[in-house]
């Protein structure tokens, strides 16, 4: 990694933000500037207690900035004052269930949060000297959810066309067409990374893996939607991580990286691992497999994501290193160890965990 640049994070409170921020702080020197808005999903107690471990030389290098992305002078400011050389755009409403049920919120932070910080981020390209330009990078972190449902076969690649179905996902196709025309109209140079789902410790327990496990250990009813049938790909998010700083560090300009874990599993297969495993290294009275219930499908729920990698894969040697039944252990370890968080995550925003049956 580069030495001693300036990085802002957008969403850095956040699960995937939050893991990026960690590494830096661990292993790169950059100066690193978190803009989050600390919305119900955003949390810092992870940052916070890495950078009191890791003393007064992390803390230099850190700041946090409590902003709204969709507030224009807020972004305007913040990057006049931070003069970032390096992007990562993670800020984003993120809960599909959620964006069904009051989809105004995405429309604000995920279509005109990406607008704000374009703007901003190109008014200040324009004015520093063509040697910083050379090296500045806009690097907006969208999801594969933008292409749409696969059937039985195929997979996602960086030439798919969009085919987004739900609020979040046409919010976040929306951003990235955005980021397209701003490197393509005026040259801002952007890059787009379309990951596939994410799972690991610190994320907000509405998601399905933290929802499954916190569920479980706390002897809940675990809901599933429809049959369980619906396909998505696993990635653990330190390998999404990975992938993001070598995207940052030799990607190429104004292309798109699909990111993948080769970790396909249907939702009725999760749960019946999870089940397992914490039936070995938590066990109760009755097998945890008996908590789970049925509810009604949600509408537009996506069938099958699947993403083929080869891509980033080729060009940057990336490959993700965690397999998934390792990364899930890893995972319902430490919510074992972290109930009180994901409790506390869960009161927040006073929202119960249960599938909401629509
Ligand atoms: P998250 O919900 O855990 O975190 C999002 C963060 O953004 C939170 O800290 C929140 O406070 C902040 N935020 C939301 N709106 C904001 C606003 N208007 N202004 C400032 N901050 C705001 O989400 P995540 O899972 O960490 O996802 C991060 C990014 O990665 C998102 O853009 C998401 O679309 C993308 N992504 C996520 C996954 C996944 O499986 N989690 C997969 C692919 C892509």
């Known amino acids: 990694m580069e030495n001693n640049i300036k990085v802002l994070i957008t969403g850095g409170a956040g699960f995937i933000g939050g893991a990026l921020i960690r590494k830096l702080l661990k292993e790169s020197n950059y100066n690193i500037f978190n803009l989050d808005n600390l919305s119900y999903s955003g949390d810092l107690q992870s940052i916070d207690s890495l950078i009191q471990s890791l003393g007064k030389n992390a803390q230099k290098r850190y700041k946090f900035i409590k902003g709204d992305i969709s507030n224009k002078e807020t972004v305007e400011n913040v990057i006049q004052e931070t003069k970032p050389e390096l992007i990562f755009h993670l800020a984003a409403e993120t809960h599909v269930d959620k964006s069904i049920i009051c989809p ?10 990406t607008f704000n910080l374009l703007e901003s981020s190109l008014n200040y390209y324009k004015k520093i000297d063509p040697e910083k330009q050379k090296k500045f990078k806009f690097i907006h972190i969208s999801t594969d959810e933008v292409f749409g449902s696969l059937p039985q076969n195929g997979f996602f690649n960086e030439n798919t066309k969009y085919d987004p179905r739900s ?4 919010s976040k196709a929306s951003s990235d067409h955005l980021v397209k025309a701003w490197f393509h109209t005026y040259g801002l140079p952007c890059i787009i990374t379309n990951c596939s789902n994410n799972y690991g410790p610190w994320q907000y327990p ?8 916190s569920k479980a250990i706390q002897q809940k009813n675990i809901s599933i939607y429809g049959s369980g049938k619906n396909i998505r790909d696993w990635l653990y998010v330190d390998d999404h991580v990975e992938a993001l700083l070598l995207i940052a560090e030799k990607g190429k300009i104004g292309s798109s990286y699909c990111v993948g874990g080769f970790g396909e599993r249907t939702n009725k297969e999760v749960q019946l691992l999870i089940c397992k495993i ?12 008996r908590l789970i219930k049925n509810v009604i499908d949600r509408p537009g729920h996506d069938k099958r994501y699947a993403i083929n990698s080869t ?10 290193q965690i397999k998934f039944e390792d990364g899930l252990k890893k995972t319902i370890y430490w919510y074992l160890n972290n109930l009180e968080w994901a409790k506390k995550m869960m009161e927040k925003s006073g929202y119960s965990g249960d599938r909401i049956g629509f």
């Open 104 to 113: 105004e919120n995405f429309i604000l932070s995920n279509i005109l949060g």
């Open 311 to 320: 891509k980033i894969q080729q060009e940057l040697d990336w490959k993700p």
């Open 278 to 289: 914490l039936d070995e290294i938590d066990p109760k009275k009755f097998p945890h497999s």
């Open 167 to 170: 609020p979040y996902s046409a």
């Open 206 to 213: 509405e998601k399905l893996i933290p929802n499954i496990i």
